[in-house]
């Protein structure tokens, strides 16, 4: 395989359930604004097993097309995973986004903040169709203050790989995996549900 175009939607290996949930491209629905605090109180599964069903998961929110609007600290770039084929070029690998809870003052990353984050993913499949949605367009605009307040619209996901070994800092393992849309703020304030001030990725 040379790009993720060659890799099946349910990966190589590891959890081909899993593998599916990141590897959607679009979702047409209407999504539902949510925040921060509500993403940390999803509760975690009591019965899942790996590679088992997700039902569980989908009765808990997972699937849900929903907007927060959140800090960003950091865009770090992931390697090769089960979900790509183990691909490792920047355009076929996920990045991961740092979120905060948009009314901290003035948050900076550290260790304690980030245990406290949740977490969001650019990844190669919805990159096909919004090619900005790159660590190296997002960085620079967290860089000028340590901190970029967004607009993330995506999927709810239960990330159960992290959940049953190799645990990451965060609050829990609930992610907006992928990202369909970010916008950023360019004005003094923004808020959730205006859309005055926000400018999207996609025209960076």
Request: aromatic fraction near 4%; proline fraction near 4%; hydrophobic fraction near 35%.
């Amino acid at each position: 395989m040379t790009s993720i175009k060659d890799c099946p939607e349910e990966g190589k290996g590891g959890d081909p359930n899993l593998n599916k949930r990141k590897n959607i491209r679009s979702n047409n629905g209407r999504a539902t604004l949510r925040s921060v605090q509500w993403m940390k109180a999803l509760a975690d599964p009591q019965n899942f097993v790996k590679g088992g069903s997700r039902s569980e998961l989908t009765r808990l929110g997972e699937g849900q097309k929903i907007t927060v609007v959140a800090y960003a600290l950091v865009a770090r770039a992931e390697g090769a995973e089960t979900c790509n084929c183990a691909l490792t070029a920047p355009r076929d690998t996920d990045n991961h986004i740092v979120l905060v809870d948009p009314t901290l003052s003035k948050p900076k990353l550290t260790k304690a903040i980030e245990s406290e984050s949740e977490t969001s993913e650019f990844t190669p499949r919805v990159r096909l169709d919004h090619s900005n949605f790159t660590r190296a367009k997002l960085r620079p605009l967290i860089n000028r203050l340590g901190r970029q307040l967004v607009r993330i619209t995506g999927l709810l996901m239960f990330d159960s790989e992290h959940f049953l070994g190799h645990h990451l800092i965060r609050h829990n393992n609930w992610e907006i995996h992928p990202v369909l849309k970010l916008e950023y703020c360019v004005a003094a304030t923004c808020t959730d549900t205006s859309d005055v001030g926000w400018k999207s990725l996609d025209s960076r």
